[in-house]
């Protein structure tokens, strides 16, 4: 937390600075003096449809068309003071329309063929509003924005047994979006007139705070708001460039695949398969940038798997092992620069990674579930916007900053689950059903630049339960616990250095519940 240090050297009250320290920082996740807007309300409703018919033996065609609207609205007070130094508050409102055709075949050639092939059809709009104060309203970002989002793409999979030994999959998807976006991003203060000092044509100095409603113009000079690369003359303070972005994304994704069975009982496997995410527009600007949309494009993955599957000992044990590599392009990644959260592609990146997954039923009623995954996932080369000093170099005791070879944001490099159930049959012709569920994951980084105060530690999360299931199964009651060792740490954070802020979401603590179900 940067400081703004309130002192009162005068004795008199009128002309004090604002509070704004370490004060503040409570040293307790559920606790805050923040007083701004804290909410989070989503409406939504919507309908779906699923009709099949079969067209002839092992031969079906389906239809699953899906309605959705929502309303949502947010608030968040990131500075945890009674200040208005970092305050956010959202409403969106959103519709999408969806339409999938499939033509599914199983089990032909005597079971040796399966298939999918359709066309999918997404239609979205909707507007998103949302309104950030700074530094007691020194920057007011005032931001509407309209979006609409077409989608339409043709799939197809193909599984086919070759003999006992080898099976092959063959599948693609053509995928083609059209995204419009206008953004209505406005500094209601005219922080930047005020800061560059402009005048009006008479030569007047708008000091801070007294800023004119008609565009001021640098005395002897053009009007500010092109000398400052305001992109409207008819709105002085509007930061975003005016008019519709328009973006078209077009991608095929193959994806190819080979099983050989040794046995029964045994599955080796390996594939090759691509994928990719649209791209779009930055939208929450708080500076001007000319008369250009800042955009970002599409990310692009490769990615290779080998594996086994198997059971064991009459089926008693599963084993699973899968190693992987992913190679992205243009990797979209969130990263601040002054107060805007800007996406932007970060450059290439690669995961490398294996897990191993068991399954063991070791005596009547006691299955255990266990898994570990190791990832080795880090950059191959860095944008020239993220390798910009101000925005992700490294800073001394405060930040290690992006390189190439730096962890990816948000992985872990171990991740552990063990979660054994225990059923026991009661006399009555009831059941108890224990369960327990331990997960481990190592240290993450939460942003590009990996500042060391929002570092997540390793951490060790136990949840538990209890079930009673009565004879007839029409109905259960289950008691249990999450985060039994109440461990709190970041789930998500950032850094804003030009308010002075650094923000985060904690985990939530222990907590306990008691649930009846029923079956009718």
Not at 135 to 156: I, M, R
Request: with cysteine; proline share 6%; hydrophobic share 35%.
């Amino acid at each position: 937390m940067g400081s703004l240090a309130g002192v009162n050297t005068d004795a008199d009250p009128t002309n004090n600075r604002l509070p704004w320290d370490g004060r503040f920082i409570t040293g307790d996740p559920d606790k805050t003096y923040a007083t701004g807007p804290t909410l989070n309300k989503l409406r939504a409703w919507g309908f779906a449809g699923n009709l099949e018919y079969d067209l002839a033996e092992g031969l079906m065609v389906r239809s699953i068309t899906s309605y959705r609207k929502t309303d949502w609205k947010a608030g968040s007070d990131l500075d945890g003071s009674p200040l208005s130094m970092l305050e956010l508050t959202f409403s969106q409102n959103q519709q999408q329309f969806s339409q999938e055709v499939q033509l599914l075949g199983s089990n032909l050639l005597d079971g040796k063929l399966n298939f999918v092939a359709g066309a999918y059809y997404f239609k979205e709009d909707g507007d998103l509003h949302d309104y950030v104060t700074f530094d007691e309203g020194l920057l007011q970002v005032d931001g509407p924005n309209s979006f609409d989002t077409k989608n339409y793409a043709f799939f197809g999979q193909v599984d086919f047994r070759v003999n006992d030994w080898i099976g092959i999959t063959l599948g693609g998807r053509y995928t083609k979006e059209t995204k419009l976006f206008e953004g209505g991003q406005q500094d209601l203060n005219g922080g930047n007139y005020k800061l560059f000092g402009c005048a009006n044509a008479a030569g007047t100095i708008f000091p801070f705070g007294d800023f004119p409603l008609a565009p001021p113009q640098a005395a002897g000079g053009p009007p500010c708001f092109a000398a400052l690369s305001y992109p409207d003359p008819t709105n002085p303070v509007r930061v975003y460039v005016p008019g519709v972005n328009r973006k078209t994304f077009s991608n095929f994704a193959p994806k190819i695949g080979v099983q050989l069975h040794p046995n029964d009982d045994v599955m080796v496997y390996g594939s090759y398969s691509e994928g990719y995410k649209t791209g779009g527009w930055t939208t929450r600007l708080t500076n001007p940038q000319g008369n250009v949309a800042p955009d970002f494009d599409e990310e692009i993955a490769e990615t290779f798997e080998v594996g086994v599957k198997s059971t064991w000992l009459d089926r008693r044990l599963q084993v699973n092992v899968a190693a992987f590599s992913t190679n992205y392009k243009n990797v979209q990644l969130n990263q601040q620069v002054g107060t805007s959260p800007t996406i932007d592609n970060a450059g290439t990146a690669r995961i490398k990674g294996v897990e191993l997954e068991a399954i063991v039923a070791p005596v009547k009623g006691l299955t255990i579930n266990a898994s570990v995954g190791y990832l080795d996932a880090c950059f191959t080369a860095l944008s020239a916007s993220v390798l910009r000093p101000d925005v992700a170099g490294p800073i001394p005791g405060l930040r290690e900053g992006a390189v190439v070879g730096g962890q990816l944001p948000k992985t872990a490099k171990w991740s552990t689950n063990l979660a054994p159930r225990y059923e026991l049959g009661l006399g009555n012709g009831g059941s108890m059903v224990f369960l327990a569920d331990w997960t481990h994951k190592s240290a993450v980084w939460n942003d590009v630049a990996r500042y060391l105060p929002l570092r997540r530690q390793p951490i060790d999360i136990v949840n538990a339960s209890l079930t009673y299931r009565e004879p007839g199964g029409k109905w259960d009651l289950t008691v249990g616990g999450t985060n039994l060792t109440d461990e709190r740490y970041l789930v998500s954070a950032g850094a804003n250095d030009a308010a002075g802020v650094y923000f985060g979401s904690y985990n939530r603590p222990r907590e306990w519940y008691a649930r009846v179900g029923f079956k009718f």
